[in-house]
């Protein structure tokens, strides 16, 4: 999950973290620091994706439909739309 984030909410979540290494992570981009939007209700969550109205790359369809939970690899699981990386294959789980 830290070498690799595949949903966009937690690539920002760990793009919240302050470093104090010189050289961060790839993955990690300045202007994703900040994170925006409203913060979901635990008590009345949003329609759709519950991270939608903070994640950057939510569209219409993550406040219609709830996304389905896919492997990303051996112990890797995420429920995106868009995810930042390829699914794994069903054949393989990897």
Same mark, same amino acid.
């Given at each position: 999950?830290?070498?690799?984030?595949?949903?966009?909410?937690?690539?920002?979540?760990?793009? *919240?973290?302050?470093?104090?290494?010189?050289?961060?992570?790839?993955? =990690?981009?300045?202007?994703?620091? =900040?994170?925006?939007?409203?913060?979901?209700?635990?008590?009345?969550?949003? *329609?759709?994706?519950?991270?939608?109205?903070?994640?950057?790359?939510?569209?219409?369809?993550?406040? =219609?439909?709830?996304?389905?939970?896919? *492997?990303?690899?051996?112990?890797?699981?995420?429920?995106?739309?868009?995810?930042?990386?390829?699914?794994?294959?069903?054949?393989?789980?990897?």
């Amino acid at each position: 999950m830290f070498d690799r984030p595949h949903h966009p909410y937690t690539e920002a979540l760990l793009a *919240s973290i302050p470093s104090l290494d010189p050289c961060p992570e790839p993955w =990690v981009k300045a202007d994703d620091s =900040v994170m925006h939007g409203e913060l979901p209700s635990p008590m009345n969550p949003p *329609s759709g994706c519950p991270f939608r109205t903070r994640c950057p790359l939510a569209q219409e369809r993550c406040a =219609v439909e709830k996304p389905a939970l896919r *492997s990303f690899g051996e112990g890797h699981r995420a429920a995106c739309h868009f995810p930042l990386w390829p699914a794994a294959s069903a054949d393989t789980g990897r």
